[in-house]
């Protein structure tokens, strides 16, 4: 991570992605727009999204080749430990949109309207995701319910030129009205519901509608029953396309805790949070033994006549502790590899009596 994270943001520099193809975008790794995923819909090829927060799950997301990221509200849940989606703010989501399309310049990235910013009114509605445009940079945004307020709300921001994606069934934001994060559409009357929703937000122009913990027979007619494609979770494989939170497919979580919460829908396609627990308790433990850094990690050098001089330099004031110090340093680093003759020369930088080499690569 050390040196690879700054040159990656450079290279993904810019929150508004400006046109034009980035160093490392080829042709085959195109962009992902409504109207390629529409192709991909047409074709009857199955959608794959996967949810995102930050700067480096952005980045494994785009580089699997997903097609759209999902800057969700979860990330109330798994990025600030809330036990629902309710707090996070609009501020915070726009936080995590720029982070995610600095790190995912080839899907679509479709930004979660959180609650509060747009059940008050169709013009709160647009107000929001215009921010979550300008402010976030993502292509699109994301939002829960299919009551005909929300069907308002949507519309509205269609006509302001943004693309939707709405989301039903278990919308769980609406866990107060709800009860609990409950699968939807268990009844008939609930199913009809669910897919007269779906319907709905299609007339108000989404161009995709998740499905989120209904049964696999009301995702099947949902998909049937709408022109646009349909993204499920935990709704079945009968759907356009699939949607996971990125923590959970990722098995990010592995305390007895946490694994309880883990929906019953979700598989986990790694087990990083084993892999992660391993390789810190590795550290702590090479860090209390004092075994790292040892000399492969430790690469910056002073030339033997460097040392003496910094040392000099130390004692002439009054560092005599220090000097030894750095003595005793350059001492057990002997066996390590000076680069050039180990002599001072011009073009060294020497403040107040300390050398460091020129030009040395970081
Ligand atoms: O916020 C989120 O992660 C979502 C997905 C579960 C669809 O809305």
């Known amino acids: 991570m050390a040196g690879g994270a700054p040159a990656a943001a450079e290279q993904h520099a810019g929150v508004h992605r400006p046109g034009g193809p980035r160093p490392q975008e080829s042709a085959a790794a195109r962009r992902m727009t409504v109207t390629t995923l529409r192709g991909k819909h047409h074709r009857g090829e199955p959608i794959s999204m996967v949810t995102a927060y930050d700067y480096s799950s952005a980045v494994h997301v785009d580089s699997a080749g997903v097609d759209v990221v999902l800057v969700g509200d979860s990330a109330a849940m798994v990025a600030h430990g809330h036990d629902n989606t309710l707090p996070v703010s609009l501020d915070i989501m726009l936080q995590h949109c720029r982070a995610v399309v600095r790190g995912a310049p080839r899907p679509l990235v479709v930004g979660d309207l959180p609650f509060g910013s747009y059940e008050s009114s169709p013009a709160q509605a647009v107000e929001s995701a215009v921010r979550l445009m300008k402010e976030g940079g993502v292509d699109a945004v994301k939002m829960e319910g299919g009551a005909a307020s929300r069907v308002g709300a949507a519309r509205a921001i269609v006509d302001a030129g943004i693309a939707v994606m709405g989301h039903v069934g278990l919308t769980p934001q609406a866990i107060s009205v709800l009860g609990g994060f409950r699968a939807q559409g268990k009844t008939v009357n609930s199913a009809l519901k669910v897919v007269e929703a779906a319907l709905a937000l299609q007339d108000a122009g989404c161009f995709a509608v998740v499905l989120e913990c209904v049964p696999a027979p009301v995702a099947a007619a949902a998909t049937a029953a709408l022109q ?135």
């Open 228 to 362: 646009i494609p349909t993204i499920g979770i935990g709704a079945g494989p009968l759907c356009s396309g699939q949607v996971l939170v990125y923590h959970d497919l990722l098995g990010m979580f592995q305390s007895p805790d946490h694994s309880k919460v883990t929906p019953k829908f979700c598989k986990q396609f790694g087990d990083v949070g084993a892999v992660i627990g391993k390789a810190l308790a590795e550290y702590r433990q090479q860090v209390e033994a004092g075994s790292f850094p040892g000399p492969d990690h430790t690469p910056y050098k002073m030339s033997p006549v460097g040392v003496a001089v910094f040392a000099d330099a130390l004692r002439n004031i009054g560092l005599d502790g220090a000097a030894a110090a750095a003595a005793a340093a350059a001492d057990a680093g002997k066996t390590e590899k000076i680069v050039g003759d180990g002599k001072p020369h011009e073009g060294d930088n020497i403040n107040n009596g300390i050398l460091s080499s020129a030009g040395a690569a970081v």
